[in-house]
């Protein structure tokens, strides 16, 4: 939609006066059409789990004499419930993120520990599915930014490329800097993405495979929170697939380029 929207707002100075106020209202026009979807993109999705929690509840009120088919119950409503908890938050971490263009307080973030933290975060569950995390590269570096949302981030793409792989396999966490930017990628051996569905992974709620995704419990947000938190920072993400082969996805960062000090440091005399 191309159409500028203006308020026009018309105030009265005095008996002669009179000032014509004009504001584009194009951007906010814009950012709440994208608010309405997501909200009406959450309502659909929150409507699935929610039924699905309603529905085993009933299900095991009427199964009270069942100790077998209790317990199968009270093990998927549990599931369930953790699968909306784990969608809850990445709801909210989503809208956190859009509600702003940039960081409202960046620090200095060290590469290393992000990485580290986000590689320990996904130990467990690689362990358990067989999968072997394998890092490199030159982690020596610092971005501007916000540490959690940079793990968190790294963390998703690692999670994905866990989830997506077929075991026993490795999933690759490399770093790289080229002049002033920090290349973090995160490789995989799994099943890849399918060409013509490249371009959609990192909208809201996209899952290449609904019926599998929810399967494995997928929410769909992941990928589009790594998008938000790589703008916010100034970079963006990328991704190579081969379906059948695996998959590449690259965050690049504008990282801190330490100036030579003007004047060497006074050595102390002793
Ligand atoms: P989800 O919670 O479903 O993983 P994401 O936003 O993280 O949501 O990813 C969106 C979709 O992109 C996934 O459902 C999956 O189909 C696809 N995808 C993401 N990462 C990978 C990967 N490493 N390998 C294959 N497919 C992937």
Do not use: C
């Amino acid at each position: 939609d191309a159409s500028i929207h203006l308020t026009v707002r018309i105030a009265r100075l005095g008996t002669r006066f009179v000032l014509l106020l004009a504001e584009d209202r194009t951007e906010s026009v814009r950012l709440d059409a994208v608010r309405r979807d997501f909200v009406a993109n959450i309502s659909h999705e929150l409507k699935t789990p929610i039924g699905a929690v309603g529905l085993l509840a009933e299900a095991l009120e009427h199964a009270a004499d069942d100790p077998a088919q209790v317990q199968r119950f009270a093990k998927r409503l549990s599931k369930e419930s953790q699968r909306l908890a784990g969608m809850t938050q990445e709801i909210i971490e989503l809208s956190r993120l859009q509600a702003a263009d940039a960081l409202a307080d960046p620090q200095q973030v060290d590469i290393d520990r992000v990485i580290t933290a986000a590689i320990d975060q996904n130990r467990v569950t690689a362990d358990a599915q067989r999968i072997q995390l394998v890092s490199g590269g030159d982690r020596r570096t610092r971005v501007w930014g916000d540490e959690a949302m940079l793990v968190s981030a790294v963390h998703n793409l690692i999670a994905n490329a866990i989830q997506y792989s077929v075991a026993p396999a490795r999933v690759g966490i490399g770093v790289s800097q080229r002049d002033d930017v920090v290349e973090i990628a995160v490789t995989d051996q799994g099943i890849g993405i399918p060409e013509e569905e490249l371009d959609r992974v990192f909208e809201r709620f996209f899952r290449v495979d609904q019926a599998r995704a929810r399967a494995t419990g997928g929410t769909g947000l992941g990928l589009s929170i790594v998008k938000h938190v790589a703008q916010n920072h100034g970079g963006d993400v990328r991704v190579w697939s081969q379906p059948g082969r695996g998959s590449t996805f690259t965050i690049r960062i504008p990282r801190v380029v330490d100036e030579p000090s003007a004047a060497p440091q006074p050595v102390k005399a002793r």
